[in-house]
């Protein structure tokens, strides 16, 4: 398995590990399978992944918290920040009753033109948002909102937007 294999649920070291409870950030699509939560993998900056266990989950304050069975995963993260947190397909399955995809390297279209591909994506806390390199290595970030997404056919590998010419402007 290598990272692409992966999907981003989330990010740890946002606060204070308190007592153990390292707290995280979730993707707001995985915020209702926060306490069925059972391994995942860890990205480290340095690009290292590891597979943790988890012990059990808390919400404190309104925050997501995780404590991990493997103990020693505290000093390894203790000194890093925006480490990831990630889950592979099969997880994604255990957790959600939706299809879950992956965006990355769609093309995108509007009014059938080609408008570039997808290189990232990311969650803003109100929904997530396309980057996308055109043919001039441009990037034009394109919310995922009915206002801008016409249609995604994940067999074709093809997202539809419309209104693209306000982005295009700012």
Known sequence: MEINDLTIIGKLGFGATIKGWIPIRLNPDFIDAFDKLKNLFVIFTDHRVRFVTVKATKLIRE??????????????????????????????????????????????????????????????????????KNEEEQELLIPDVEFYIENIDLDKNRIDVKNIKLLQNI
């Open 63 to 132: 925050k997501h918290y995780l404590k991990f069975e493997e103990p020693e995963i505290i000093l390894e993260i203790a000194d890093q920040n925006n480490l990831q947190i990630a889950i592979d397909d099969q997880m994604i399955a255990e957790l959600t009753n939706e299809e879950y995809y992956d965006p990355l390297n769609m093309q995108v279209f509007t009014n059938d033109a080609y408008l570039g591909l997808v290189i990232d994506w990311f969650n803003n806390n109100a929904h997530d948002v396309f980057v996308v």
